[in-house]
Nanobody, 126 residues
Framework: QVQLVESGGGLVQAGGSLRLSCAAS????????MAWFRQAPGQEREFVAA????????SYADSVKGRSTISRDNAKTSVYLQMSSLKPEDTAVYYC???????????????????WGQGTQVTVSS
């Protein structure tokens, strides 16, 4: 069982930056592919970024590509999402998610992900 706890959300002005963190419990974190998803009010949850178990591969949604960087520190059992040039349309609850995989392949579908955090709110004001 893996528990995920997100932090780092908040209110930021358009054009600003935020770094989201996700702390994972359990000693098997290094065997998990991890991802960030987000859900805006009235919209479906959408994929943001993913990273393989060893950080060797990453994947980004077109909407954040070039503005965001996903990274992980297996020693600290944590995954991060650095976001810059934030836009009001980035406003959402951001969720950390993971599934057990040592494959370099990454998936954007939420059904692949076994474990989910409770989310952290990001609000970007115009």
């Amino acid at each position: 069982q893996v528990q995920l706890v997100e932090s780092g959300g908040g209110l930021v002005q358009a054009g600003g930056s935020l770094r989201l963190s996700c702390a994972a419990s359990g000693r098997t974190f290094s065997t998990y592919a991890m991802a960030w998803f987000r859900q805006a009010p009235g919209q479906e949850r959408e994929f943001v970024a993913a990273i393989s178990w060893n950080g060797g591969s990453t994947s980004y949604a077109d909407s954040v590509k070039g503005r965001s960087t996903i990274s992980r520190d297996n020693a600290k059992t944590s995954v991060y999402l650095q976001m810059s040039s934030l836009k009001p349309e980035d406003t959402a609850v951001y969720y950390c998610a993971g599934y057990r995989s040592r494959s370099p392949a990454l998936y954007s579908g939420s059904s692949y992900y076994t474990y989910w955090g409770q989310g952290t709110q990001v609000t970007v004001s115009s």
